[in-house]
């Protein structure tokens, strides 16, 4: 879990943002949804030619976020908080548009042959917002950070194959990373967004990375902001500000786009798409292998019965909800993860709605008649709120009752959070491997269906050892199928990203990763 913070006191920025959340509150409540956009029509401006233009602020409004806002690297939890761990931190690898597999901050990675030992070539002259030079000093400090075992972050059980109390600078660009047994997708595993570079002497009070953006200022539930690194090791940002806003609701964030308050929003729901463009807007649409499950947990009744978890997966009509809740944006999905991944099972067959199946499995397990409690928040993105209610609708079919109860983001995930019997989250694209060490094992930080299956730990561990590829392939084709069979997860479809931006902002194109092309704005200006 993020660190958490204590909510702050009221400042100027707080003040102007509860306006601001205000008037969208009144502009929605003054006109018919339909009227609502054009409402801010004189606020429209010229398409932007697409040439970068130097200097300026960009105002991005981000989904979610509360009190307990994060820029810890390692801890991101929120939207918001992954939209600032993306601009100020940078990993060893990373993942490009395509979610193809990439160096960062290193330049190379490459295994002993008994695979136990891998020696890392960082990049050279890389620097810190501080004027520090990356060194291998602060790569051991970083992961040995992420892997301690007092204050274990995010990242931990993926890097728990890390030995780290042997990593070993060999000079000022080379670390020696010893494992604890082989493991063969260790670039991977370095390649995730919460596993960002710090400094040795790394204080969250003053955050440091090497990012395109450097730390200005923090206010936990309302906004951030940064300003230009001009010492980029690539080539600089050409905004001068990038402002980072939490926005809990929908309707604020869409009404403060369109009234020129701020320039891009993530997650807009795609019913939206229209009504943005005709407005003189931009929405942006990226294939990805993103996914808002429905989680089940596996140890607490009812859910505890396999029986019932098989029948809630088949009350669900994925059309139904790749149509209506994502407005036709995604595509179906089987109750698998990671679908970019060369490992993903699509030998299994397709699950498909069956009312008398799931009946019977439910009277099989005694729990005909059932009602449950579906906890939901729009602050897990756009859609959840209404997949949570599409499907109570469907599970009215199976004789199931589902009481939707839809609390904000910040008690979503609050106290309660992976503690839910029966809720929703999000996750964006991963490939299979990091994905079960962040939400499938015991030992993972978000397994919020409390999944810890022998065969499926077994089947892991074996996969993380094997080096040949088509071995590995295979053993982790068998772990899906636990995990089919008898997993937590709802997995009813991958929606496309949809986001929107001011017609006078360029630099936003398609990605895989996260929302708004990854939260990358280095490459994105505002003009007028």
Not at 174 to 196: C, F, M, N, R, W
Not at 230 to 249: K, N, T, V
Not at 386 to 410: H, N, P
């Amino acid at each position: 879990m993020p660190e958490t913070h204590s909510p702050p006191p009221a400042t100027p920025h707080a003040m102007k943002r509860r306006d601001l959340l205000r008037g969208g509150a009144l502009l929605a409540a003054s006109v018919p949804a339909a009227g609502l956009l054009s409402a801010c029509s004189p606020n429209r401006v010229a398409p932007a030619a697409g040439r970068p233009v130097r200097g300026g602020v960009l105002r991005v409004g981000v989904s979610g976020g509360s009190a307990k806002d994060t820029l810890d690297p390692h801890n991101p939890l929120s939207y918001p908080d992954q939209a600032r761990v993306v601009n100020l931190y940078e990993p060893l690898f990373h993942h490009d548009a395509a979610y193809r597999l990439k160096p960062f901050l290193a330049e190379s990675l490459e295994p002993s042959k008994d695979g136990r030992t891998w020696l890392l070539r960082l990049r050279a002259g890389v620097e810190f917002h501080n004027g520090k030079t990356l060194d291998a000093r602060d790569v051991i400090a970083t992961l040995r950070r992420i892997v301690d075992p007092k204050a274990p972050t995010a990242g931990a059980t993926s890097l728990s194959v890390v030995d780290a109390g042997r990593l070993r600078r060999v000079d000022a660009t080379t670390v020696e990373i010893p494992l604890k047994h082989p493991y063969a997708l260790l670039k991977d595993l370095l390649a995730q967004y919460s596993l960002g570079i710090v400094p040795e002497d790394f204080d969250l009070r003053k955050p440091v990375g090497t990012g395109p953006f450097a730390y200005k200022s923090f206010a936990p539930g309302d906004r951030s902001a940064f300003t230009r690194f001009d010492g980029y090791w690539r080539r600089p940002a050409h905004l001068d500000e990038l402002h980072i806003i939490d926005f809990p609701d929908d309707t604020a964030k869409i009404n403060s786009l369109l009234s020129a308050q701020i320039h891009a929003i993530d997650n807009l729901p795609p019913a939206y798409i229209d009504m943005i463009e005709k407005q003189g807007g931009q929405v942006l649409i990226s294939e990805t292998g993103s996914w808002n499950p429905i989680t089940m947990r596996v140890d607490t009744p009812p859910f505890k019965d396999v029986r019932v978890r098989q029948a809630f997966r088949l009350i669900v009509d994925r059309p139904q909800m790749v149509k209506q809740v994502l407005g036709g944006q995604g595509r179906v999905g089987n109750d698998l993860y990671a679908p970019f991944d060369v490992a993903y099972n699509s030998d299994l067959p397709q699950r498909h709605q069956d009312l008398g199946r799931a009946r019977s499995l439910l009277k099989a397990a005694g729990q005909e008649n059932l009602t449950v409690e579906l906890v939901t928040s729009g602050g897990i993105g756009s859609g959840a709120i209404e997949a949570a209610q599409l499907f109570a609708q469907q599970a009215k079919g199976a004789g199931v009752k589902v009481k939707v109860r839809i609390t904000d983001s910040a008690t979503f995930y609050g106290d309660r959070y992976l503690s839910w019997p029966f809720a929703q989250d999000y996750w964006f694209t991963r490939n299979y491997l990091p994905q079960v060490d962040a939400g499938s094992l015991k030992t993972s930080p978000y397994n919020e269906t409390h999944w810890n299956d022998a065969e499926f730990n077994t089947l892991m561990d074996r996969a993380r050892r094997e080096s040949d590829a088509s071995k590995r392939n295979e053993l982790l084709k068998a772990a899906q199928r636990t995990e089919y069979d008898r997993g937590g997860h709802i997995i009813w479809g991958f929606k496309n990203q949809v986001d929107a931006y001011a017609a006078n902002v360029t630099g936003f194109t398609a990605n895989r990763n996260l929302p708004l092309s990854n939260y990358e704005f280095r490459n994105v200006s505002v003009s007028g």
